[in-house]
């Protein structure tokens, strides 16, 4: 009798395999630097990711990822409102804010009232899954040290929404706990944020920001980082209207092209054209 042990060890993860590869989505980042990004501390790749400087590639895996994330922010709406608790503009009616003419923008998981030991004080919602180990970490630290780029985003959002308060709720992937933390709103920080965020977006030369830590690829936040190849190893960016020299930012969160003066659609960025010219900054170091 043939022993088909070995087959299915040397099987076992194929079909696992085929699924995260089909399930595997490329394309270029939003057309606008999200609020939600803006407290990461690498100016550079805030910078990569507005120009569209490479593809975001997602495998099936991490899609669904977003769909339990989405799934918990369901849950967590619900056991909320279990409590007495109010909620508003959550799901598929969230708020939206822009700043930087419509460049930058964010949207909100939604609001409360009714929120425990603050009834009275209308609350913005956050929501967010996390693993076992960044669950501990968030628990023990607190948002601001162990999640700083989501304490970022919600005052952006409280600084719009006009909210003085925030609730910071966690779920924890492994063992189902929930993690609350009210957050007050500071409109320095929210305010500093939107400077950042302006100077990202009218930057035409990459090289105005310096790269992390020692400026090595070896750096531990750039190894894992999208952008590494264009950022240390002259690597051409994406060909994108985007990434050319002619190419202006314009109000209404729109680009034009310096050349023909026409308003360029989403369509016309991914395409670039003849008269394409890479930006300042993107030539070999």
């Given amino acids: 009798m043939v022993d088909a042990t070995m087959f299915f060890k040397d099987q076992k993860n194929k079909i696992p395999d085929l699924i995260d590869k ?20 690498c100016y550079r790749k805030l910078f990569y990711y507005f120009r569209w400087c490479a593809k975001d590639k997602i495998d099936g895996r991490v899609n669904r990822i977003f769909q339990v994330g989405h799934k ?32 930058c923008r964010g949207h909100s998981d939604g609001m409360a009232l009714g929120i425990p030991g603050a009834e009275k004080t209308t609350h913005l919602l956050e929501f967010k899954t996390s693993s076992d180990k960044y669950f ?8 601001v040290k162990s999640k700083p780029i989501h304490h970022s985003q919600m005052q952006l959002y409280m600084h719009f929404s006009g909210a003085k308060r925030g609730l910071y709720m966690v779920y924890n992937k492994n063992d189902s706990s929930y993690y609350c933390e009210r957050v007050d709103a500071d409109s320095n920080i929210a305010e500093d944020l939107i400077r950042k965020a302006e100077d990202i977006i009218t930057c035409e030369n990459v090289n105005e920001f310096p790269k992390l830590g020692n400026g090595s690829p070896s750096f531990f936040k750039c190894r894992f980082c999208n952008y590494s190849d264009v950022c240390h190893f002259n690597v051409k960016p994406v060909k994108t209207c985007r990434t050319c020299v002619s190419a202006d930012i314009v109000d209404d969160g729109k680009w034009e092209c310096g050349i023909t003066k026409k308003e360029l659609s989403i369509e016309d960025q991914v395409k670039a054209c003849e008269n394409y010219g890479i930006l300042e900054g993107f030539e070999p170091q």
Avoid: C
């Fill in 22 to 41: 089909k399930n595997t989505t490329e394309s270029l980042p939003r057309p606008y630097l999200g609020m939600s990004q803006l407290g990461d501390e």
């Fill in 72 to 103: 918990a922010e369901i849950d967590m709406i619900a056991a909320l409102e279990s409590i007495g608790v109010k909620t508003w503009d959550t799901l598929d009616a969230q708020a939206g804010f822009s700043a930087v003419q419509n460049h």
């Fill in 136 to 143: 501990k970490d968030v628990v023990r630290n607190g948002i």
